[in-house]
């Protein structure tokens, strides 16, 4: 014990040595045997705080070294030193915070957030030939705020203050992957629910827009996904703020997030609220006449085509929400929404049969993933399919919906959508059980169903290949299960 003791004191007369010295390379090794006894755990939690005051002293000083130094008077020999010298100060404070709250604590006392954020503050904004002192000292620098913020809800606190939203903008801005991939760190640890409103006002909007851009361009960076998914996702009042900020190409990485999210498992506690499924579905609304600009070939610029694949993304998240998630069947009331779907799909089905274009059915199983089929890349494959699965769910087990799709002559042109298509895979089953659920205890669409079948206006062949048959019993009609063969 006795050894150990006077090794401490060894360390610590040598780190307060250095402040009376210029600074070189053996004050390097001074700091790196400091870095290296601070990964013990006896040793971490018996550092005095003398010791800490003079770390941080030294690290203050390499500070102000550093913002005195002029581009015009750049030594790299001596700033390179420097450099060196605050990233193993950064090591030292890092190791100093594993599992030990006392130390935490007694840091962010003394004061080494403030002075660590605006080294950070300083080093990402500095330009010098090599690079690598300026990305190690950034990485270990973060590095230690994310030490800091572990089960710490002062420190949080603090360091959110402290770098909000400026400095976290500029760290997840910078031109080093893995000085990102730690600044994400820190601000999923740092985040809770007020942290999130915060993020959806104006002046701070662009820190939220940075992390849904890094989804989109790094997708392989976990903690930008889990910042979205476990924190975005659930402010309905910031899934609004970014969705008007965004680019349509933008949005089309939103809306993936939220489609992903409710498909996991336990997606009742998806905790994505229901005022965002309403804005999703009025912006459905408003938007949807995008799509149908596909068919003519005007969709000649890339944001002319990016605001139909939103259109198309949020299709399918509206199909998602409404399919098995029972905290979004209030879709089913909401104004117009099937009236909007409906009609669209009566305009892409006259559309695609009036000419040979996007919209049109096909027949092209052979080569349907080959590279010379176009369909195949297209981006309205299973668009029919889908609006068709929507109108299914939105009159699952609603006698106003069901008649709504009746008066609108929705039955009719569903019917007319049961043949197979190339460019809308399982099109035939998703018709199928839209027809299901409009006929489920509705007794008025079964008899137009009869009437549609009695004047040879409904196609019924493509039903039967299905092995289905309507079938009148009792006065009444239903779909009956057959063999195909039969």
């Known amino acids: 014990m006795a050894a150990s003791t006077d090794s401490n004191l060894d360390i610590s007369a040598s780190i307060a040595g250095l402040l009376t010295e210029e600074h070189c390379t053996d004050h390097l090794q001074v700091l790196k045997k400091f870095t290296a006894a601070l990964r013990d755990k006896e040793y971490r939690d018996a550092v005095d705080e003398e010791t800490f005051s003079s770390l941080l002293k030294v690290l203050s000083r390499l500070c102000d070294d550093l913002l005195a130094v002029s581009c015009e008077d750049l030594d790299l020999q001596s700033v390179g030193l420097q450099l060196q010298l605050t990233a193993e100060c950064f090591r030292a404070q890092r190791n100093a915070c594993v599992q030990s709250t006392r130390n ?7 004061g080494f957030i403030n002075v660590t954020i605006k080294h950070l503050s300083f080093l990402q904004t500095t330009r010098v030939e090599s690079r690598d002192g300026i990305f190690e000292s950034l990485r270990i620098g973060i590095q230690f705020l994310g030490n800091m913020s572990v089960g710490n809800q002062t420190c949080k606190d603090d360091i959110w203050q402290r770098s909000f939203p400026n400095l976290l903008l500029q760290l997840l801005s910078v031109d080093d992957d893995k000085a990102v991939h730690y600044a994400s760190m820190v601000l999923h640890t740092c985040l809770d629910e007020a942290k999130v409103e915060e993020l959806s006002e104006p002046q701070n909007i662009q820190l939220a827009l940075r992390v849904m851009e890094l989804c989109r361009t790094q997708p392989d960076l976990d903690w930008t996904v889990l910042i979205a998914t476990q924190h975005f996702l659930k402010s309905s009042t910031l899934v609004e703020s970014m969705y008007s900020g965004m680019s349509h190409h933008e949005r089309v990485t939103l809306l993936e997030l939220l489609s992903a999210q409710l498909q996991e498992e336990d997606s009742d506690e998806c905790g994505i ?10 912006s459905f609304q408003k938007g949807c006449g995008a799509v ?5 070939g005007s969709a000649s610029s890339d944001e ?17 929400m409404t399919s098995d998630h029972r905290q979004f069947m209030f879709l089913q009331d909401h104004p117009d929404l099937l009236v909007t779907i409906v009609e669209l799909l009566r305009q892409v089905h006259v559309i695609g049969r009036a000419s040979k274009n996007i919209f049109s059915a096909a027949q092209n199983f052979s080569s349907f993933s080959g590279d010379d089929n176009p369909t195949a890349q297209s981006p309205v494959i299973s668009f029919k399919a889908h609006l068709i699965r929507l109108i299914g769910n939105l009159c699952y087990s609603n006698t106003d919906n069901q008649n709504k799709v009746r008066e609108l002559e929705g039955i009719p042109l569903i019917l007319d959508n049961c ?3 190339s460019n809308n895979p399982f099109i035939s089953q998703w018709a199928i059980f839209a027809i299901r659920n409009l006929l489920e205890h509705n007794t008025q669409n079964q008899e137009q169903i009869a009437r549609l079948e009695r004047r040879g206006t409904a196609d019924y062949s493509a039903l039967r290949e299905l092995g289905f048959l309507v079938e009148e019993r009792d006065g009444s009609l239903l779909l009956k299960t057959v063999r195909k063969d039969s």
Do not use: G, M, Y
Request: proline content about 5%; overall charge negative; aromatic content about 2%.
């Open 292 to 296: 149908l600009t596909l068919a003519t």
């Open 104 to 110: 935490q604590s007694l840091l962010r006392e003394l």
């Open 273 to 282: 609220p229901p005022k965002v499924a309403r804005f999703l579905a009025t």
């Open 419 to 421: 043949n197979i298509d």
């Open 304 to 320: 002319v085509l990016h605001e139909a694949l939103t259109v198309i993304s949020l299709l399918d998240v509206l199909c998602e």
